[in-house]
């Protein structure tokens, strides 16, 4: 591991500009999760005194980031029991639990579905890496459900194919808070970097890439729904973001509203419910429930189906319960 400094003096032109700015625009080769974080740890001086991001810098003023080289990571092989719905000399289709990151990132190599897959396969395709290898899509580490993995390149490259040309059907199951006025429906609104919390996404009208996620209502139970969910795009957390925007959070969700917060709008008797489901389901209540794909080779159409996981039939089954209680009253 070798220690890197890099230097910059702040323009003549510029009177004053948040330092995390600042450093996004002048190093393009670094992502602003990236230098966040190396503020936050103290690795970025100005005028060799360490300070926090939103410092303002001014012409003239030097600034040095410390980086840190480090060699490729290689991710190992690791023993870990896989839920493999289908598999060939081709391809592979998963059920991914929850808590299982698919691929290593943020200094995770350990515990990853790839991890898995590498003890699983001899081989897996190599188009995204050495971190990534097989990987043609992704879900979030609590998103449970289907998920093709590539053996081969060329697999992988007819696959990722039909993603581009929205040929691949995907459908989710979702629980989410309240009622929804209709029974079905298309959400149309592109999804961007959140612009203050780069791990999260937003809707960007502006900026945004097209996303679009159509939507039914299989049941309802006052508090909650149950949905269907297919997607016509795949930007990453595109059902989160577009239910969490129709004021429609997934239960459980800790990154778009999906917990604590939305008990506050409810009746006691709501409540108490919404305060048992929370601990029900302590991630998203979202599942990748069905996957349906034009096999790389042979051409012929296949579709998958994966139950729901425990902890979502136990939440839905205890809000029929109730559901049925409060109606009978």
């Known amino acids: 591991m070798v220690a890197k400094t890099k230097r910059l003096i702040v323009p003549s032109q510029i009177k004053r500009q948040r330092l995390d700015q600042f450093l996004a625009e002048h190093l393009r080769g670094i992502s602003r999760s990236a230098l966040k974080r190396f503020i936050e740890e103290g690795r970025v001086f100005i005028d060799a005194k360490p300070v926090k991001p939103h410092y303002q810098v001014r012409a003239g003023q030097e600034v040095k980031l410390q980086l840190v ?103 989710y199951r979702a629980i989410v808070w309240g009622q929804f006025p209709s029974t079905e429906g298309i959400i149309d609104s592109p999804i961007g970097r959140h612009r203050t919390d780069r791990k999260r996404m937003a809707i960007r009208l502006v900026r945004g890439r097209k996303a679009m996620t159509r939507y039914r209502v299989e049941e309802e139970f006052g508090v909650c729904s149950f949905l269907s969910l297919k997607l016509e795009t795949g930007r990453t957390h595109q059902i989160r973001v577009h239910l969490a925007h129709l004021g429609h959070p997934v239960l459980g969700d800790p990154k778009y509203g999906g917990r604590r917060k939305k008990l506050a709008g409810l009746r006691q008797a709501s409540r108490k419910m919404g305060e048992e489901l929370l601990r029900l389901m302590p991630r998203q209540a979202l599942h990748a429930q069905i996957l349906g794909f034009n096999h790389p080779v042979k051409g012929k159409f296949m579709q998958f189906e994966a139950e729901l996981p425990e902890d979502m039939a136990v939440t839905l089954e205890r809000l029929r319960g109730w559901w049925r209680g409060r109606l009978s009253v």
């Open 69 to 171: 080289e480090t060699r490729p990571a290689k991710v190992s092989p690791e023993k870990t029991s896989l839920d493999v719905v289908f598999e060939d000399d081709q391809l592979l289709v998963v059920n991914k639990p929850a808590g299982m990151m698919v691929h290593p990132a943020s200094g995770v190599y350990s515990g990853t579905l790839v991890n898995a897959l590498l003890h699983h396969c001899a081989k897996l395709s190599g188009i995204h890496g050495p971190l990534r290898p097989g990987i043609v899509h992704r879900l979030d580490k609590d998103t449970t459900g289907l998920l093709m993995v590539a053996k081969t390149d060329q697999a992988h490259r007819v696959l990722a194919d039909q993603l581009q040309q929205h040929v691949i059907r995907r459908e």
